[in-house]
């Protein structure tokens, strides 16, 4: 059996160390040791012998190799393990990390016209406007989803008491795009029409978890609000109201 008497650790610059281990050529062990001393090596494992006692005795030494001696005769010599990779090559590697922390789900304010002016002529009639594009982002990271709401309140006469039926304005779905090249597909996320001067308003964009992370403009087509008038519910005046959008974590 392969056996050591010693070891020896000479220090280096770079941190490693190269260990000499001393065979132990005693007794039986003469019988096993290298062919220019005359002994037989069939069931000579040097190298393994070496490793294992090195692990055993030296666990946390990082050496750059291992020599074996038997006297002053080099017997064997092995490279360390955290400078050997398969294939012969030879590589160092390192841990690097990076802190990313998300932002805040955002949608602009939007610009709405005034609708066209009426003249009342006994008939259903509807008037129209427009809406500015508008940008919606999702820096979160969170891959949540996100939603759009666009809500109006009841319009109503400042003058008077009077007001329009809810239920009379409708929003066509808008357009989307992106504004980054690394966003999500805009194509992804679904796109409504609805009418929106009523309590819960209209989701007019829902992005579903994993989908919409990036950034996008929303723009909505020339007269996309629809105003609609019927003879019975209206009165002369001048109406208002007030048309906001919102968006929302999650679908």
Same mark, same amino acid.
């Given at each position: 059996?392969?056996?050591?008497?010693?070891? !020896?650790?000479? $220090?280096?610059?770079?941190?490693?160390?190269?260990?000499?281990?001393?065979?132990?050529?005693?007794?039986?062990?003469? !019988?096993?040791?290298?062919?220019?001393?005359?002994?037989?090596?069939?069931?000579?494992?040097?190298?393994?012998? %070496?490793?294992?006692?090195?692990?055993?005795? #030296?666990?946390?030494? =990082?050496? =750059?190799?291992?020599?074996?001696? +038997?006297?002053? @005769?080099? +017997?064997?010599?092995?490279?360390?393990? &955290?400078?050997?990779?398969?294939? /012969?090559?030879?590589?160092? %590697?390192?841990?690097?990390? &990076?802190?990313?922390? /998300?932002?805040? *789900?955002?949608?602009?304010?939007?610009?709405?016209?005034?609708?066209?002016?009426?003249? #009342?002529?006994?008939?259903?009639?509807?008037?129209?406007?427009?809406?500015?594009?508008?940008?919606?982002?999702?820096?979160?990271?969170?891959?949540?989803?996100?939603?759009?709401?666009?809500?109006?309140?009841?319009?109503?006469?400042?003058?008077?008491?009077?007001?329009?039926? *809810?239920?009379?304005?409708?929003?066509?779905?808008?357009?989307?795009? $992106? #504004?980054?090249?690394?966003?999500?597909?805009? %194509?992804? @996320?679904? =796109?409504?029409?609805?009418?929106?001067?009523?309590?819960?308003?209209?989701?007019?964009?829902?992005?579903?978890?994993?989908?919409?992370?990036?950034?996008?403009? %929303?723009?909505?087509?020339?007269?996309?609000?629809?105003?609609? #008038?019927?003879?019975?519910?209206? =009165?002369? /005046?001048?109406?208002?109201?007030?048309?906001?959008?919102?968006?929302?974590?999650?679908?």
């Amino acid at each position: 059996m392969v056996q050591f008497k010693g070891h !020896e650790i000479n $220090e280096e610059n770079n941190g490693y160390v190269e260990i000499i281990l001393h065979l132990d050529t005693s007794l039986n062990n003469l !019988e096993e040791f290298s062919t220019e001393l005359g002994y037989k090596t069939e069931k000579l494992d040097v190298q393994k012998a %070496a490793l294992t006692y090195v692990k055993k005795h #030296l666990p946390k030494v =990082k050496f =750059k190799q291992i020599k074996v001696m +038997v006297g002053g @005769i080099l +017997v064997a010599t092995m490279l360390g393990s &955290v400078l050997v990779v398969p294939g /012969g090559n030879q590589a160092s %590697a390192a841990d690097s990390s &990076v802190g990313i922390t /998300g932002g805040q *789900l955002g949608v602009d304010q939007i610009t709405v016209g005034n609708f066209t002016a009426v003249v #009342l002529n006994g008939k259903t009639q509807s008037t129209f406007t427009t809406i500015n594009d508008f940008s919606v982002s999702d820096p979160t990271g969170s891959g949540a989803g996100w939603n759009v709401v666009m809500t109006a309140t009841q319009f109503k006469d400042a003058t008077t008491t009077n007001t329009l039926p *809810l239920g009379s304005l409708t929003v066509a779905a808008p357009g989307l795009t $992106e #504004l980054d090249t690394g966003s999500s597909s805009a %194509a992804d @996320i679904t =796109k409504r029409s609805g009418t929106i001067d009523t309590a819960t308003g209209t989701t007019i964009l829902s992005a579903q978890a994993g989908q919409g992370m990036g950034s996008y403009t %929303a723009s909505i087509s020339p007269n996309a609000l629809t105003l609609k #008038l019927l003879p019975k519910d209206v =009165k002369t /005046g001048t109406y208002t109201s007030t048309i906001t959008v919102a968006i929302n974590s999650g679908p």
